[in-house]
């Protein structure tokens, strides 16, 4: 039986004026699973997002999402496919509640059918869904806070309910535990794990234990490259992924190969 793949890039080149960012990527993600993204600082990673959900535009190469060629594509029709990406903290409406946040970010998913919303009825719906929303990224307790007013890792938790809003089939989080101590770091892997049941995540991450812990697969990028793919046990006994996180052959003693070690 072939794979089914949800996403896929071929032959995928950016070039920023001779500079190649993103160098031949052939990329497969496979429908429902969680797909890593790594690579040294300067990989290309972010400028591959930025491709897929083409905010940038390809130099050369293919984009296809559920077998259907998405070049062409804006990102607005990207979206509307239901690839979706979680932007940053800027995303969230600071002076909202959080409540308010995803109920604004519900409606932005209906913005087509205007009429509708007027009904009492409908926004009640609205609300029992905001809570649900808020309920699987455990905010329900914050749900009249100011999202301003929350600790940072709760801000990525009400990040990703408004992602969640928008009932993405393919959802892209870059970094989504960058900046956060231990603790927030354990809450939002958690909740990556949670909502990867029931949808594709394409990430890129740092965290290698994040990594470890989440990922079916993992692609490692280097310089624009493909360097590598496959499970976590697999990746990080490669040699050659150690140096290129290292910049030097890897050995015993050096801390990021025992610390590849201890998750592998
Ligand atoms: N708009 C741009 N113009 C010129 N060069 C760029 C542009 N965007 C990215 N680059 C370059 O492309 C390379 C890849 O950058 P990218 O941001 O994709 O890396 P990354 O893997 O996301 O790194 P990090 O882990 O630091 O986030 C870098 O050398 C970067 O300087
Ligand atoms: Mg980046």
Known sequence: MSQDYILETRNLVKEFKGFTAVDDVNLKVERGTIHALIGPNGAGKTTVFNLLT???????????????D??????????RMGVVRSFQISAVFPHLTVLENVRV?????????????????????LNERALELLDSVGL???????????PYGRKRSLEIATTLALDPELLLLDEPTQGMGHEDVSVVAELIKEVGKERTILMVEHNLNV??????????????????????????????????????????????????????
């Open 70 to 79: 998405i070049t062409k594509a804006d990102s607005a029709a990207i979206a």
């Open 54 to 68: 083409k905010f940038l535009t390809p130099t050369r190469g293919q984009l296809l999402f559920n077998g259907r």
């Open 140 to 150: 329900r307790e914050f749900s009249h806070a100011k999202a301003v007013d929350l």
């Open 211 to 264: 990594v470890a812990d989440l990922s079916d697969t993992i692609t490692v990028l280097q310089r624009g490259a493909i360097l590598t793919e496959g499970d976590y046990q697999a990746v990080s006994a490669d040699p050659r992924v150690r140096e290129a996180y290292m910049g030097v052959e890897a050995d015993e003693t050096s801390p990021a190969a025992s610390k590849m070690e201890a998750v592998g």
């Open 105 to 125: 970010a519900l409606q932005q998913k209906r913005t087509d059918s205007f009429a509708f919303w007027r009904s009492e009825k409908v926004l009640d719906g």
